[in-house]
């Protein structure tokens, strides 16, 4: 074995299996529907009498979005100020006001830090005060375990309670809980039967999942027409999950003829709204040459923002081109590194990079022991070099008659 990885053709085989793969397990894997969304601005003129006044609501809400603005450009002086007028208007009983407050804390947003459950008792108020958002959104923290703890029966009352007043992202949500069977026995009819209305109402996650409903032929016939057909819209519509995987399947002709020009386009906007494998994709895209000119600076500039998003297989890639020298100095001490982060973050190849390493001394001292113990890290989640790398390990380091 030579270094890392025996050969790039066979690294490159690899990753477009191992993408295969992913591609189908992600239709499996636990998560959430919709994250949670912001207010929309009151339209009706009692709405806006609500707020303490036509006129001083308006001047109110234009300060207030000056406030946000400035703090999201990083002026932190004015981040209580926002946070104040919020406040305000909840004391007069605005739930809207209550539900901003609350995705304020979620998300971290125009606040200094995030605080779920400062979150959760905002959505709480907010629900209380007849807001279907707050329902839902108070529901999303139970289905994710964020400020409270988890709770699928919980997440499934209040997504259908907010659903009854129209929310899509409560219906969508509820399909989302049906298809999987989270807090419910599972049941596909009913899962489409909420996306439907998810859909039909102008959520694009909805439009997705019913794709992946095709795709997958849960509950109806496969049928690959369509599921490209709703993943088309649900990407037109700003979904960037449903843009990366449309842009895997015209990458690796997944069901599809394989058209580089149509998945860099896809990809490109799956990147744009901060999608982490549309960024690891696009990555691979320059890193290889397929269907852009080979370009190594660029291909790290993706691999290093999808890492910054969390994505362990960006960091394997990254790994990877400072123990070869690819676009950097060689750099074995930083290759390690981000082998090191790739395998906190869970990602089984990485696990298995750490082995090689301490079993071959680059960028660690050898070790042969912490080289078997990530070797079976590895093995464990399903990386099957690993257990080839793990009988050359033990052959290593068996003593020479």
Same mark, same amino acid.
């Given at each position: 074995?030579?270094?890392?990885?025996?050969?790039?053709?066979?690294?490159?085989?690899?990753?477009?299996?191992?993408?295969?793969?992913?591609?189908?397990?992600?239709?499996?894997?636990?998560?959430?529907?919709?994250?949670?969304?912001?207010?929309?601005?009151?339209?009706?003129?009692?709405?806006?009498?609500?707020?303490?006044?036509?006129?001083?609501?308006?001047?109110?809400?234009?300060?207030?979005?000056?406030?946000?603005?400035?703090?999201?450009?990083?002026?932190?002086?004015?981040?209580?100020? !926002? /946070?104040?007028? #919020?406040?305000?208007? @909840?004391?007069? =009983?605005?739930?809207? +006001?209550?539900? $901003? &407050? *609350?995705?304020? %804390?979620?998300?971290?947003?125009?606040?200094?830090?995030?605080?779920?459950?400062?979150?959760?008792?905002?959505?709480?108020?907010?629900?209380?005060?007849?807001?279907?958002?707050?329902?839902?959104?108070?529901?999303?923290?139970?289905?994710?375990?964020?400020?409270?703890?988890?709770?699928?029966?919980?997440?499934?009352?209040?997504?259908?309670?907010?659903?009854?007043?129209?929310?899509?992202?409560?219906?969508?949500?509820?399909?989302?809980?049906?298809?999987?069977?989270?807090?419910?026995?599972?049941?596909?009819?009913? !899962? /489409?039967?909420? #996306?439907?209305?998810? @859909?039909?109402? =102008?959520?694009?996650? +909805?439009?997705? $999942? &019913? *794709?992946?409903? %095709?795709?997958?032929?849960?509950?109806?016939?496969?049928?690959?027409?369509?599921?490209?057909?709703?993943?088309?819209?649900?990407?037109?519509?700003?979904?960037?999950?449903?843009?990366?995987?449309?842009?895997?399947?015209?990458?690796?002709?997944?069901?599809?003829?394989?058209?580089?020009?149509?998945?860099?386009?896809?990809?490109?906007?799956?990147?744009?709204?901060?999608?982490?494998?549309?960024?690891?994709?696009?990555?691979?895209?320059?890193?290889?040459?397929?269907?852009?000119?080979?370009?190594?600076?660029?291909?790290?500039?993706?691999?290093?923002?999808?890492? @910054?998003?969390?994505?362990?297989?960006?960091?394997?890639?990254?790994?990877?081109?400072?123990?070869?020298?690819?676009?950097?100095?060689?750099?074995?001490?930083?290759?390690?590194?981000?082998?090191?982060?790739?395998?906190?973050?869970?990602?089984?190849?990485?696990?298995?990079?750490?082995?090689?390493?301490?079993?071959?001394?680059?960028?660690?001292?050898?070790?042969?022991?912490?080289?078997?113990?990530?070797?079976?890290?590895?093995?464990?989640?399903?990386?099957?070099?690993?257990?080839?790398?793990?009988?050359?390990?033990?052959?290593?380091?068996?003593?020479?008659?």
């Amino acid at each position: 074995m030579n270094g890392r990885w025996s050969s790039g053709a066979g690294r490159i085989f690899g990753l477009a299996v191992l993408s295969l793969i992913l591609f189908f397990a992600t239709s499996t894997e636990a998560g959430t529907a919709v994250a949670i969304a912001p207010p929309k601005a009151p339209t009706s003129r009692s709405a806006r009498q609500r707020l303490g006044g036509e006129r001083n609501a308006v001047r109110q809400a234009k300060l207030a979005n000056q406030h946000r603005r400035a703090a999201s450009g990083g002026k932190r002086k004015h981040l209580s100020t !926002a /946070m104040m007028i #919020f406040h305000l208007y @909840a004391v007069i =009983g605005n739930a809207s +006001a209550m539900q $901003y &407050i *609350g995705y304020m %804390y979620a998300t971290g947003k125009h606040t200094p830090k995030k605080n779920y459950v400062k979150a959760a008792k905002w959505f709480r108020r907010s629900m209380r005060a007849g807001d279907a958002l707050g329902e839902y959104s108070l529901g999303y923290l139970y289905e994710v375990g964020k400020g409270v703890r988890r709770n699928y029966a919980q997440a499934g009352r209040l997504f259908r309670g907010a659903a009854r007043s129209g929310n899509e992202y409560a219906e969508t949500s509820l399909g989302f809980l049906y298809m999987h069977g989270f807090g419910r026995p599972k049941n596909y009819r009913k !899962a /489409m039967q909420w #996306f439907r209305r998810g @859909a039909a109402a =102008g959520c694009s996650a +909805a439009l997705y $999942y &019913i *794709g992946l409903l %095709y795709a997958d032929g849960w509950g109806v016939p496969v049928n690959h027409v369509k599921a490209f057909k709703y993943w088309r819209r649900a990407a037109a519509a700003g979904d960037c999950v449903a843009a990366e995987y449309l842009g895997v399947c015209y990458l690796f002709g997944l069901h599809i003829p394989r058209n580089y020009k149509t998945a860099l386009a896809y990809l490109r906007k799956g990147a744009q709204c901060g999608n982490r494998a549309a960024m690891q994709y696009l990555g691979s895209m320059y890193e290889h040459g397929f269907g852009v000119p080979q370009n190594y600076p660029m291909a790290l500039a993706w691999f290093r923002k999808s890492a @910054a998003a969390g994505s362990g297989t960006a960091m394997v890639d990254l790994a990877y081109m400072y123990h070869m020298g690819m676009g950097v100095v060689r750099d074995e001490a930083l290759a390690t590194k981000w082998s090191r982060r790739g395998a906190a973050a869970g990602n089984a190849y990485a696990m298995d990079g750490l082995g090689v390493d301490y079993q071959r001394g680059l960028g660690v001292p050898r070790n042969y022991g912490k080289a078997m113990q990530w070797y079976r890290r590895a093995a464990a989640r399903g990386c099957a070099p690993a257990v080839t790398d793990a009988d050359r390990c033990c052959g290593a380091a068996m003593p020479r008659q």
